[in-house]
């Protein structure tokens, strides 16, 4: 049975950071991913990375946050620099076989 367990969300000022981890077991991960829900709006794709390496970004977080993964640990991480706080919300790690697994989530919440 295929578990994601994120960690590391929290409060932060504006142009803070915060790291976000997702611990993944009982599957195996060929993508792994972060998406964000904030109040009122649809989750949205975030940051992906591939178990060869290979990355992807939204616009918005470019430059700013970092995606990257463990392949031994099966766990994947979410380095987010200069934030904003249109960043705020529930972060969400996806996985999975077929990339259909989600997390609980962890809130993130940047003040201004």
């Known amino acids: 049975q295929v578990r994601l367990v994120e960690s590391g969300g929290g409060l932060v000022q504006a142009g803070g950071s915060l790291r976000l981890s997702c611990a993944a077991s009982?599957?195996?991960?060929?993508?792994m991913g972060w998406y964000r829900q904030a109040p009122g709006k649809q989750r949205e794709f975030v940051a992906t990375?591939?178990?060869?390496?290979?990355?992807n970004y939204r616009d918005s977080v470019k430059g700013r946050f970092t995606i990257s993964r463990d392949n031994a640990k099966t766990t994947v991480y979410l380095q987010m620099n200069s934030l904003k706080p249109e960043d705020t919300g529930v972060y969400y790690c996806?996985?999975?076989?077929?990339?259909?697994?989600w997390g609980q989530g962890t809130q993130v919440t940047v003040s201004s």
């Open positions: 009982g599957g195996i991960f060929p993508v």
């Open positions: 990375v591939f178990s060869g390496g290979t990355t």
């Open positions: 996806r996985g999975g076989p077929l990339y259909t697994d």
